[in-house]
Every structure is written in C-alpha cells, then in structure tokens.
C-alpha cells in the first residue's frame, strides 16, 4: 500500500506563505504523478496543483495560478506545495494524492491514495 504523510499548514496572516509537504512511502514515488486538492467547510474538494512523474509539468487551477508553486523531489519521496499571496479564500484543508498516471491530471477518480489532510487558515 501507499501512504502519504502531510506536514505544515497552520495560521497565516493574509500576503503570507506557506509550504505544504507530501511524504510518500510503499512505492515508485517517482513513477506517479501527484495533487494537491483542497476542501473548505460546506464545499466540495476542488482541486488546486498537479505535477507529473518528473516534475517537468505542472498544472493548476486558476485560482492559484501564479502564487502557488508545486514541485517534488523524488530522492527524497515528497512534494511539496508552496503558498505564496495567500487569501483568506484559500483557507481550507489541504489534501496530497498520488495518481495512478504519470502525466498531471485535475481529475480527482484518477488519484487512488490521499494524504490525511492539513489545515490551512489566512486571516485577514
């Protein structure tokens, strides 16, 4: 089996940052790609960054584009989801997930394991 351990998260004031990690053990980290979704209170979890097997290719949602980065280091088994310019909009749980594709995807039926989840909170 997979899993995948979050860190980080907490308390941030708005215009601050952030940096979420994914840690992954129980298989090839590095033949998967992998997400960062994101849940708020009474929504749906919607999804926010994705990056391919390599980490050549990124995706993201629009709502991010431009202030959060996503990237791994495969040496190491983890990836990573830097926030910068938060928002009080991006106060939520934040979700990492491995794909069963090497190509980043928004689609959340293609991720078959998910970390526990991180709270993220910006206050303004």
């Known amino acids: 089996q997979v899993q995948l351990v979050q860190s980080g998260g907490g308390l941030v004031q708005a215009g601050g940052s952030l940096r979420l990690s994914c840690a992954a053990s129980?298989?090839?980290?590095?033949?998967?790609?992998m997400g960062w979704f994101r849940q708020a209170p009474g929504k749906e979890r919607e999804f926010v960054a994705a990056i391919n097997w390599s980490g050549s290719n990124t995706d993201y949602a629009d709502s991010v584009k431009g202030r959060f980065t996503v990237s791994r280091d495969n040496a190491k088994n983890t990836f990573y989801l830097q926030m910068n310019s938060l928002k009080p909009e991006d106060t939520a749980v934040y979700y990492c997930?491995?794909?069963?594709?090497?190509?980043?995807?928004?689609?959340?039926?293609?991720?078959?394991?998910w970390g526990q989840g991180t709270q993220v909170t910006v206050s303004s």
């Open positions: 997930a491995q794909s069963r594709t090497i190509s980043a995807t928004r689609e959340m039926v293609a991720y078959d394991y």
């Open positions: 129980g298989r090839t980290f590095s033949s998967f790609a």
